[in-house]
């Protein structure tokens, strides 16, 4: 399974990027091989709407079947949804953290959004 944690960084010590949609990239985790790999966002940190929904598609492209990030707007929400990958909030930890926590089972999926859209 694919894990991709939107995150502060480029390796899997830097902390969970509390953006979704606006986040300058994800680390994207294959729990197969047990490695790391990066995807650019930065694409859509300007845009002045559809950042979310254009997010949801990165992810969907890595083969990620989850996602870890500190907040999720409703219509990226609704896109990862619809495309079969679960969400996960987790704020204050690392990537790896979040990832090893997304595999044991204690972090649990979100069940909606939990910031209006453009926050």
């Known amino acids: 399974m694919k894990i991709a944690v939107s ?6 010590d ?7 949609g606006r986040t300058s990239g994800f680390l994207v985790y294959d ?9 650019n966002n930065t694409q859509n940190l300007s845009l002045p709407q559809g950042a979310g929904l ?11 079947k989850a996602v870890v990030s500190g907040h999720v707007g409703p219509k990226a929400y609704l896109a990862l949804e619809k495309g079969g990958v679960k969400i ?3 704020d204050g930890m690392t990537v790896q953290q979040a ?15 939990d910031k209006d859209g453009h926050w």
């Open 7 to 12: 995150c502060q960084g480029e390796t899997p």
């Open 54 to 64: 254009q997010t949801a598609q990165n992810v969907y492209q890595s083969g990620a």
């Open 99 to 113: 990832v090893d926590k997304v595999l044991a089972g204690e972090l649990k999926p979100a069940d909606g959004a």
């Open 31 to 39: 729990s197969e091989t047990k490695a790391y790999e990066r995807v």
């Open 14 to 20: 830097s902390p969970v990027d509390p953006r979704f």
């Open 88 to 90: 996960y909030l987790a």
